[in-house]
């Protein structure tokens, strides 16, 4: 039955059923290229680990989508990794991290219908895992927790669990448990049905481990003192109420816990398994008013990372869509729910590494990759047909911030239009304050490369070149008029307006932070969440 108003509307529904759109978040080196290789190879769509992310120093896709990129050994666009595994659809969106981590790294997680958090078993939660948990949280994705590395020495894991539900109140739920302390890693246990699989490592990182389900007295007597632990702790966990419940998941509250190392392809398996039966498919998205769109609804989207190039010579600009409803068809003409006007689909690609293949069709949550798209925004919406507008991407706590100076006296006026091209664009937040003024707005950005990607673009496309100045701050609070006025007569802070009107106190540091809120306990100083 047609009840979108769709044609094709009983296919768009068994296609979405089938997709499972995710991003792992984690912090550096926790292994996210390694276990994104992983999860490729496991589902074949490459044979052999370390082809899919062009950092340095490997082999690999290298993209020349960016001069500055292939100058980093970053690889900014290998966006999707899309493959089918279990029946399903996989797409897989890259999380940039280190130090191409970005206001783009968040908006990511605008595309998602679930997230991998990925820990390594010796350091747990870090600062970039927990960032982008506290996106996670606030757009209500649910989040399963694979715990990597599990081959070399690290914690235990019921520490690990603990940490998890004290630092961030989820509730670890593990689906499986290891056989053996990190570093000694026998084999994974099924929480549920008691299976036991043991793996056998192969020598070298690229090849997978042979796994072999065991019967459990066989295991009980090759490993008696690791299986009675192992045993008790699965007890302890029935105890502690830590069971897998399905709504807790898809709620939020609570986090389905794998166990493996990726490097040996250890888990990765279980890990796709549980992607395939547990990450929701995508559901219905609200609009700006709150009204959801039906999933075979004519086609919408939402705009959710715009990729410049950096080269002179080619100053295209690709657009990444999520499909939010409907089939999308190359060639369709859609209207940009932000101008009413028209954008022509003809070049749409997928975007794999660097290799781009055109895309024929689409459903909702996959990834558009769209070329040209010169007038698209991150959080623009894409519509056919019947009109829709998704909620705006909100902008992200800042940690960084520079003041930008036009490097040459007589081109104030491209350095302006340029800064404010780049604002609106969201590249950058651009802060301003009477006692700055308006020749010398500041920067301000959630990674580092921003600040590049700002000065390549304003020497490049507006030929304004621009000296950065950085500031020694690194948090900022949403506050008031009355901030304001309090923090003129304080150091190490300032108050600074965003060009959406948002009054932002700015800090040296957590501790003179404190030391403010403390002295004016009247003021509003709030938590720009990464999320809202
Ligand atoms: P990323 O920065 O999160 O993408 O991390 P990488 O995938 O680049 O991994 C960082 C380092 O950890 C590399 O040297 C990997 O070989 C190593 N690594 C990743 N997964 C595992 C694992 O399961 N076991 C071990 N022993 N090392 C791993």
Redesign the pocket.
């Known amino acids: 039955m047609e009840q979108g108003g769709n044609p094709d509307g009983a296919r768009v529904l068994a296609e979405a059923g089938r997709r499972r759109s995710f991003a792992v978040i ?1 912090h ?8 994104t290789e992983a999860l490729a190879l496991h589902a074949e769509v490459i044979d052999s680990a370390g082809a899919v992310h062009g ?1 340095s120093g490997r082999k690999g896709v290298t993209s020349d989508w960016m001069e500055m990129e292939r100058q980093r050994g970053i690889s900014v666009s290998s966006a999707v990794l899309q493959f089918e595994y279990g029946g399903a659809v996989i797409n897989l969106l890259d999380t940039p ?2 130090g191409d981590f970005s206001e783009d790294t968040y908006r990511v997680l605008a595309a998602v219908d679930a997230a991998v958090m ?1 820990l390594d078993a010796a350091k747990g939660l870090e600062p970039q895992t927990l960032k982008l948990f506290d996106v996670c949280r606030s757009r209500k994705i649910p989040v399963i927790t694979f715990v ?5 020495p690290g914690r235990e894991a019921l520490e690990l669990l603990d940490e998890v539900e004290q630092t961030i109140g989820l509730r670890p739920m593990p689906l499986t448990w290891p056989l053996g302390i990190a570093g000694a890693l026998k084999g994974l246990i099924e929480v549920e049905t008691g299976e036991y699989t043991k793996f056998t490592r192969a020598a070298g ?1 690229a090849t997978r481990a042979t796994a072999e389900v065991v019967p459990a007295e066989v295991a009980a007597a090759d490993e008696p003192e690791f299986w009675q632990t192992a045993q008790d702790e699965i007890a302890l966990l029935e105890e502690i109420g830590a069971t897998f419940d399905e709504k807790d998941f898809l709620a939020g509250s609570a986090t389905p816990v794998l166990f ?5 392809n250890i888990g990765v398996a279980r890990l796709l398994d549980a992607l395939v039966a547990l990450a929701p498919p995508p559901g219905e998205r609200e609009d700006a008013e709150g009204r959801p769109r039906e999933l075979d609804a004519p086609l919408s989207g939402l705009i959710f990372k715009v990729q410049a190039g950096m080269d002179k010579a080619h100053r295209d600009r690709m657009a990444f869509l999520r499909i939010n409803s409907g089939r999308f068809e190359r060639g369709m003409v859609l209207t940009h729910a932000a101008t009413g006007k028209p954008f022509a689909t003809k070049y749409a690609q997928s975007v794999f590494g660097n290799q781009r293949t055109t895309v024929e069709e689409a459903f909702p949550g996959d990834i558009v990759g769209l070329v040209n798209a010169n007038a698209l925004r991150p959080g623009d919406t894409l519509y056919a047909a019947r009109p829709v507008e998704y909620p705006a991407i909100p902008s992200f706590a800042p940690e960084h911030f520079s003041v930008a100076r036009c490097a040459d006296a007589g081109k104030t006026k491209q350095f302006r239009r340029g800064i404010e091209q780049l604002d609106g664009e969201g590249v950058i937040q651009v802060l301003r304050s009477d006692r700055r003024g308006d020749q010398a707005p500041v920067l301000a950005a959630v990674g580092p490369l921003q600040f590049d990607v700002v000065a390549a673009r304003m020497e490049s496309e507006f030929n304004a070149p621009i000296r950065l100045e950085g500031l020694p701050y690194q948090i900022a609070r949403v506050t008031n008029e009355a901030g304001e006025a309090a923090l003129s007569s304080q150091s190490e802070c300032e108050v600074l307006t965003r060009s959406d009107g948002l009054k932002l106190a700015v800090f040296s540091n957590k501790w003179r932070m404190d030391v403010v809120i403390r002295k004016f306990p009247d003021v509003p100083f709030e938590p720009l969440l990464a999320g809202t």
């Open positions: 984690s550096p080196d926790a292994g996210k290229s390694t276990l950092k991290g280190h990925l990597n590395k599990w081959d070399r990182g493996g190392a990726a490097l040996s």
